[in-house]
């Protein structure tokens, strides 16, 4: 287990000892498994003083290329992190919580499996519902 403290792959050790990755991941995970890394968000992405801009913006109804030349950024930035998050009409930067994985900011919530009564009336299949 040492090699994966230093940093290796498990495709690394995997090639080191001559055994496919699949193999190397049993080993692992039969022995604690490992820590992933450390999500971060990258340098460029929008901060939430720059989300609140663009809030402030459409409630003016401001054009996208007026919103981007403010802050410094491409139309297309904008553009997208609008259609991301619901659109014009539903875009709020208080409800984006920065730090949190992209799919969890979306404005309809998240999938949760929810009972669904089958043909008979009890419990039968396990669907999906929106949860937000």
Do not use: C
Request: avoid cysteine.
């Amino acid at each position: 287990m040492a090699a994966l403290e230093e940093g290796q792959s498990l495709s690394e050790i995997g090639r080191a000892l001559g055994k496919v990755p699949g193999s190397i991941h049993g080993v692992v995970a039969s022995n604690g498994g490992y820590v992933p890394a450390q999500q971060t968000r990258a340098a460029s992405a929008l901060t939430l003083a720059e989300r609140e801009e663009i809030s402030r913006g459409l409630a003016a109804d401001e054009s996208f290329r007026t919103i981007a030349a403010r802050l410094g950024r491409a139309p297309s930035t904008i553009s997208r992190e609008v259609r991301r998050h619901g659109g014009r009409r539903k875009y709020r930067a208080a409800l984006l919580r920065p730090g949190l994985p992209q799919g969890s900011q979306q404005p309809w919530g998240r999938a949760e499996p929810v009972d669904v009564p089958g043909e008979s009336g009890g419990a039968g299949e396990i669907g999906l519902t929106l949860a937000g």
